[in-house]
T-cell receptor, first 113, second 114 residues
Framework: DQQVKQNSPSLSVQEGRISILNCDYTNSMFDYFLWYKKYPAEGPTFLISISSIKDKNEDGRFTVFLNKSAKHLSLHIVPSQPGDSAVYFCAASAMTGANNLFFGTGTRLTVIP | NAGVTQTPKFQVLKTGQSMTLQCAQDMNHNSMYWYRQDPGMGLRLIYYSASEGTTDKGEVPNGYNVSRLNKREFSLRLESAAPSQTSVYFC?????????????FGPGTRLLVL
């Protein structure tokens, strides 16, 4: 049973516009959330994270929002650039218990020049 | 500082053959992981090692074995490869902060089992 879900397999956005990638989770024990970016033939690279004590974390063009009551997080990229075209994975973990991550199935972002 | 390295990058096996995927990290991380990535499935955890000398099963351990040789190295072995094990395999190691754990990934090993 998928505990972390990314319901949009793909997203296309014009260069300069905002990209919004969404992620939902089911396990209320999750308290740390991450976004990874993956280019073809490379491993995922860490992008940004947020702990459950916050509802927003910003790093340059990337902002992650967390809505704990809805068990939903989103990644905003603004402005979007062609180099942002990649697959984005959402991941979640719980500080207690086994220290591993649960990943969503990914969203392929295409930024159109 | 190479981060997480994996060998080989690509391998073709026949059904029933065995092989070992190698992974090493130079970041002095305690925890290491093996994942497989299949189309439409995201990354699924095969095995992990929370510290040197310990290993635990993840979500999809069947058909695999692991060895945490030392703090740096964590290998994944397929004793008798099956076509269902055709996948891309990623090794990762973990940095722990006060907020949580961030995993850093290797470049992957693409395995094709015929």
């Amino acid at each position: 049973d998928q505990q972390v879900k990314q319901n949009s397999p793909s997203l296309s956005v014009q260069e300069g516009r905002i990209s919004i990638l969404n992620c939902d989770y089911t396990n209320s024990m999750f308290d740390y959330f991450l976004w990874y970016k993956k280019y073809p033939a490379e491993g995922p690279t860490f992008l940004i994270s947020i702990s459950s004590i916050k509802d927003k974390n910003e790093d340059g063009r990337f902002t992650v929002f967390l809505n704990k009551s809805a068990k939903h997080l989103s990644l905003h990229i603004v402005p979007s650039q062609p180099g942002d075209s990649a697959v984005y994975f959402c991941a979640a973990s719980a500080m207690t218990g086994a220290n591993n991550l649960f990943f969503g199935t990914g969203t392929r972002l295409t930024v159109i020049p | 500082n190479a981060g997480v390295t994996q060998t080989p990058k690509f391998q073709v096996l026949k059904t029933g053959q065995s092989m070992t995927l190698q992974c090493a990290q130079d970041m002095n991380h305690n925890s290491m992981y093996w994942y497989r990535q299949d189309p439409g499935m995201g990354l699924r955890l095969i095995y992990y090692s929370a510290s040197e000398g310990t290993t635990d099963k993840g979500e999809v351990p069947n058909g695999y074995n692991v060895s945490r040789l030392n703090k740096r190295e964590f290998s994944l072995r397929l004793e008798s490869a099956a076509p269902s094990q055709t996948s891309v395999y990623f090794c990762a190691s973990t940095f722990t902060s006060g907020s949580g754990e961030t995993q850093y990934f290797g470049p992957g090993t693409r395995l094709l089992v015929l």
